[in-house]
């Protein structure tokens, strides 16, 4: 499968400890997305990278958030110091750097529960 | 403030018939419109967009429809199917490859 693929899958944390998610994009696509979807909403855009550049950051990401791609292929988004409102789906996608349709494909994320 | 909203949170239609989601945007800068399906536990599922150079785009079963001066847009499906009974997502972005802006979901069942 050349997916997004996302891990892990579900993390249920306490508050207050940190957390590190993985998203690997689909090869060669050189443009990669995080999202967050909290119950009843659609994903609202949190980063984005361009290769290894973050290119833009939502007033959603705050200092606990950090998010890294460092070779350009997959990326890692960590929270520290999480609290009951950090809990949400945390979506990965990711585009190709062709023409004017990059369509954005997304991995099937991961749940984080904080407690 | 909601810049793409999706006014109906649940649509019920028979298996066979025309489903017909509705999005309205706020944001003049909007200038590339996408639909994505999403089933439970999984991400959403890139289904068809449409640029603001155009009006309408086909692909099979699925049209998508833009108003730009009423800022609205459509997703027409024809005919519909048990299997397309999922939550729908409009997205919006100023660029094609820019961040996305959704709105809230429309649930979408089709009865057999």
């Known amino acids: 499968d050349t997916g997004v693929s996302q891990d892990p899958r579900h993390k249920i944390t306490k508050r207050g400890q940190n957390v590190t998610f993985r998203c690997d994009p689909i090869?060669?696509?050189?443009?990669l997305y995080w999202y967050r979807q909290t119950l009843g909403q659609g994903p609202e855009f949190l980063t984005y990278?361009?290769?290894?550049?973050?290119?833009?950051k939502s007033r959603l990401l705050s200092d606990r958030f950090s998010a890294e791609r460092p070779k350009g292929s997959f990326s890692t988004l960590e929270i520290q110091r999480t609290e009951q409102g950090d809990s949400a789906m945390y979506l990965c996608?990711?585009?190709?750097?062709?023409?004017?349709?990059?369509?954005?494909?997304f991995g099937p994320g991961t749940r984080l529960t904080v407690l | 403030d909601q810049q793409v909203k999706q006014n109906s949170p649940s649509l019920s239609v028979q298996e066979g018939r025309i489903s017909i989601l509705n999005c309205d945007y706020t944001?003049?800068?909007?200038?590339?419109f996408l639909w994505y399906k999403k089933y439970p536990a999984e991400g959403p599922t890139f289904l068809i967009s449409?640029?603001?150079?155009?009006d309408k785009n086909e692909d099979g079963r699925f049209t998508v429809f833009l108003n730009k001066s009423a800022k609205h847009l459509s997703l027409h499906i024809v005919p519909s199917q048990p299997g397309d009974s999922a939550v729908y997502f409009c997205?919006?972005?100023?660029?094609?490859?820019?961040?996305?802006?959704f709105g809230q979901g429309t649930i979408l069942t089709v009865h057999p």
């Open positions: 996608a990711s585009s190709p750097q062709r023409g004017p349709t990059d369509t954005q494909y």
């Open positions: 090869s060669e696509h050189n443009r």
């Open positions: 990278f361009q290769n290894e550049a973050q290119l833009e």
């Open positions: 944001n003049s800068m909007f200038d590339y």
């Open positions: 449409i640029s603001s150079i155009k």
């Open positions: 997205a919006a972005s100023e660029v094609s490859y820019g961040k996305l802006t």
